[in-house]
């Protein structure tokens, strides 16, 4: 079966960075375009970035922009976020997850992982 | 930018009880919409997507309606672990949500 496992959150200071990986298996992990969501604390849930199958295309939720760059490694069957010059605004669990269909950009979130709770704080 | 609403923001029902849920987009979205489950301390759960189509697993008591602009999600007799919140979701962007409780 489909398992993400995100792991990378931690407590850290405003305007450090961070790298979230999510390790994933069950799939052929080279074929699907991957996201990463995120919760703040009591919030609702927001899309940050998406990379597609092969990792030729990538976008960006407009408050990550320029900050955050998603990446994968196809070998490893592991999705990455870079997170840099954080904000205590981008506390949040960030969830990885994989789209519905291989090879298409649907934004159908189909599989979850479990979470990373990042914290930014002084 | 696309907006989302959903309404109710919250409800309280009990168990058999008929729920629906409505989803309303600012600009027509086709039948481009998707209906997630979140329990405490959970990760979402895809219920519907295509505005209609069941999930695999998922149970029968759940149907969504809609196209366009207007959209709702149904559950025909509501089973205690079906007491959770609930988004709607268009591409980039997600409902408020919907938090269902036992009254």
């Known amino acids: 079966q489909v398992q993400l496992v995100e792991s990378g959150g931690g407590v850290v200071q405003p305007g450090r960075s961070l790298r979230l990986s999510c390790a994933a298996s069950g799939f052929t992990f080279s074929s699907y375009g991957m996201h990463w969501v995120r919760q703040a604390p009591g919030k609702g849930l927001e899309w940050v970035a998406f990379i597609l199958y092969d990792g030729s295309d990538k976008y960006y939720a407009d408050s990550v922009k320029g900050r955050f760059t998603i990446s994968r490694d196809n070998s490893k069957n592991t999705l990455y976020l870079q997170m840099n010059s954080l904000r205590a605004e981008d506390t949040a669990v960030y969830y990885c997850v994989k789209d519905r269909e291989e090879e298409l950009v649907l934004y159908s979130f189909e599989n979850w992982g479990q979470g990373t709770l990042v914290t930014v704080s002084s | 930018d696309l907006q989302m609403t959903q309404s109710p923001s919250s409800l309280s029902a009990s168990v058999g009880d008929r729920v629906t849920i409505t989803c309303r987009a600012s600009?027509?979205?086709?039948?481009?919409l998707n209906w997630y489950q979140q329990k405490p301390g959970r990760a979402p759960k895809l219920l519907i997507y295509d505005a209609s189509t069941l999930q695999s697993g998922v149970p029968s008591r759940f149907t969504g309606n809609g196209s366009e602009t207007d959209f709702t999600l149904t559950i025909s007799s509501l089973q205690p672990e079906d007491f959770a919140t609930y988004y709607c979701q268009q591409r980039r962007t997600f409902g408020p949500g919907t938090k269902v409780d036992i009254k």
């Open positions: 600009q027509s979205i086709s039948n481009y």
